[in-house]
């Protein structure tokens, strides 16, 4: 059970702004005519599933750089484990993500299911902040929906 915190306001503002690539993802999959705009207007990297997966796999990316800070506060074996297991999500997203997007939305799925096991042993393990898992879980998990509707619909 995680113990009750406070998010810092800073980490949670951003972290759920973070999540906006990925709803107007979903939401670009489910309103064809916000799709149509979206490409006219702004290009086609930017709507529907193909916004998620190219922003998903740069958070993926972004993700490993803040395990690797988390693994400089391990000792020992500890540590080693540590810096090997921070570059596990950046090369998920470096050779996972090829296949079109129904298969690259599957391994981001699998990568930010892999990516909050990860935060999991670096908050355990006092690498990351107390309040760590408290923001990383609904963020992942509004993530793996967005995904999941890009998977589906798209």
Do not use: E, H
């Not at 999991?120 to 509004?142: E, K, S, V």
């Amino acid at each position: 059970m995680l113990p009750r915190m406070i998010i810092p306001r800073p980490a949670l503002v951003l972290g759920f702004a973070g999540l906006i690539p990925f709803f107007w993802g979903a939401v670009t999959v489910l309103v064809p005519d916000l799709a149509f705009w979206t490409v006219k207007t702004i290009g086609p990297r930017f709507s529907g599933p193909y916004v998620m997966l190219f922003y998903g796999a740069i958070i993926l990316s972004f993700m490993s750089g803040v395990l690797w800070g988390f693994a400089t506060r391990l000792d020992g074996a500890q540590a080693g484990a540590g810096y090997t297991l921070s570059v596990i999500p950046a090369l998920w997203a470096f050779f996972m993500t090829g296949g079109g997007p129904a298969g690259a939305g599957v391994s981001l799925m699998a990568g930010f299911a892999g990516l909050l096991v990860l935060d999991w042993f670096f908050w355990r393990n006092g690498a990351a902040p107390i309040w760590w898992l408290a923001l990383r879980l609904p963020l992942t998990l509004a993530v793996l929906a967005c995904l999941a509707i890009g998977v589906i619909f798209a």
